[in-house]
């Protein structure tokens, strides 16, 4: 599959990455992110309350942490990072600014990948915009209970459990790609999913999304998307069968027509 690589850049005014926190007595007045560079470039932040801090260009992991004098709401702008999250890896540490976290919206389009466990439990995020993210990692966004918004056209690989239990989700639009476990299991507002190409489906992708009644494959037939054609099927990872815990009366929306999750064909 070939994504294209023209670089997007999100249609509202601004520049970076901006990150928007409120920090609470909930929260504390502490907050770290981890961070990589762009090829080429430092990386700068700005904290929103006239502080900044600048990383010299490296290939590693960038930390980078700040302590505000008083409790607010703060935009911080990061100005050369391809990815940002608040941790590296899904099962590290949750820590208490986990919920200072309320809207991520990338301007810059040099955002192209995510990192496991991200904003995990980041419990007041409410909209995640990156026109260029093509991958997520393990968990990123797992039980942020009031993610509404999510703008990642491009993204194309999906590792367990991307938005398990984001329960405010009700409509995503993703190339789709290769999509493991429980990427989208306990979405229970989810009520339809347009995805342009899709490669592989896993175990309980779709499980617990009781709203959920559109789903569109753009590349596949309905043979495909059943998996019992002689090629070009959705492939099962981890040997995961079609409909991948959907409703019985999920519209699944192909090539040559819709087929229902309980395998019947409504529309050719």
């Known amino acids: 599959m070939q994504i294209a690589s023209r670089q997007i850049v ?4 601004g520049r970076g990455t901006v990150v928007e926190v409120e920090m609470t007595p909930a929260t504390g007045l502490y907050i770290r992110f981890m961070c990589n560079a762009a090829e080429g470039r430092p990386v700068m932040v700005s904290w929103g309350d006239g502080s900044k801090s600048e ?5 590693h992991d960038i930390s980078s942490d700040h302590r505000y004098a008083a409790y607010g709401r703060y935009r911080i702008v990061f100005e050369g990072a391809r990815s940002i999250g608040l941790r590296n ?4 540490a949750q820590y208490s600014y986990d919920a200072a976290i309320v809207s ?3 301007y810059s389009g040099l955002i192209t990948g995510s990192r496991s466990g991200a904003f995990k439990r980041a419990v007041n995020l409410e909209r995640f915009i990156a026109p260029n993210l093509t991958g997520f990692g393990q968990r990123d966004f797992a039980y942020c209970t009031k993610l509404r918004e999510v703008g990642t056209p491009q993204s194309a690989y999906f590792y367990d459990g991307t938005f398990q239990n984001c329960g405010e989700i009700e409509k995503l639009e993703l190339v ?8 989208f299991m306990g979405c229970t507002k989810l009520r339809e999913i347009r995805f342009s190409h899709v490669d592989q489906l896993s175990t309980q992708c ?3 999304c009781p709203a959920l009644t559109d789903v569109w494959i753009a590349n596949k037939t309905i043979a495909q998307t059943r998996q019992v054609d002689s090629s070009g099927n959705i492939i099962a990872g981890y040997g995961a069968r079609f409909p991948w815990n959907a409703n019985p009366s999920t519209r699944f929306h ?3 027509g819709v087929v229902l999750g309980n395998g019947t064909v409504i529309q050719e």
């Not at 890896?89 to 590290?92: P, T």
Request: net charge negative; glycine share 14%.
């Open 10 to 13: 999100w249609k509202e005014g």
């Open 55 to 59: 990383h010299v260009f490296t290939t």
């Open 89 to 92: 890896l899904d099962g590290e």
């Open 104 to 106: 991520y919206v990338d």
């Open 176 to 183: 789709g790609g290769t999509m493991w476990s429980y990427v």
């Open 206 to 208: 779709f499980a617990n």
């Open 254 to 256: 192909c090539i040559d």
